[in-house]
Each structure stands twice: as structure tokens, then as C-alpha cells.
């Protein structure tokens, strides 16, 4: 069987901070506190922190649904629940040149 052909061996999983998550997603999130601000249109914006968005999306009960962030801390990059600091819309989608 040629190797693109078998299957991958799922990833290995673990439990961080009671978020059952991929073994190098923490270090994702780490990473992703160091990045402060987003550029929007030439201009930096600063980012919005889980649970600072207008919506809320449950910071004071759980972890983000789509990157395992808590409240308080930056969305792990090109997650889908990070607000754009420009318009308010899902960063990764929204209409802003970034």
C-alpha cells in the first residue's frame, strides 16, 4: 500500500486546563498571547481578548469553543470566534483589508 494511501494516525490528545485538545495546542496558545495587535487597512488595531467582545460567547463559563482559550487571554491565530477591532465582525472573514 503506498503511503499516501494509509491512514494518518490520529493526533495525540491531552487534557489542558480541562480542555481535551491537540498535545501542541497549548503552545498555540501561548504563542498567540505574544501577538498584541492586528493590522487593519495599514493601520495596528489592538486584538480583543476572549470574553472583552461584545457578544458574549460564554468567557465566564468555558473556554472558546474553537481554540480552548480562556477568558482573559488572545484567540489562538485564525480562530473562528476572534472579533475583528474594526468593525466587530468574525476577524477571519469580515470585509477589513488585514
Excluded at 503511503?3 to 494516525?9: G, L, N, S, T, V
Excluded at 457578544?55 to 473556554?63: I, N, P, V, W
Amino acid at each position: 500500500m503506498p503511503d499516501q494511501d494509509k491512514p494518518k494516525a490520529p493526533p495525540e490528545m491531552i487534557t489542558y486546563r480541562g480542555v481535551t485538545m491537540i498535545a501542541t495546542w497549548p503552545e498555540k496558545i501561548r504563542e498567540a498571547q505574544d501577538i498584541r495587535v492586528v493590522e487593519v487597512e495599514g493601520q495596528d488595531y489592538p486584538r480583543i481578548r476572549y470574553g472583552d467582545e461584545a457578544h458574549d460567547f460564554g468567557a465566564t463559563q468555558s473556554a472558546c469553543r474553537d481554540c480552548g482559550v480562556i477568558k482573559g487571554e488572545f484567540h489562538v491565530w485564525e480562530c473562528d470566534m476572534e472579533r475583528c477591532p474594526k468593525c466587530g465582525g468574525q476577524l477571519i472573514s469580515c470585509d477589513c483589508d488585514g
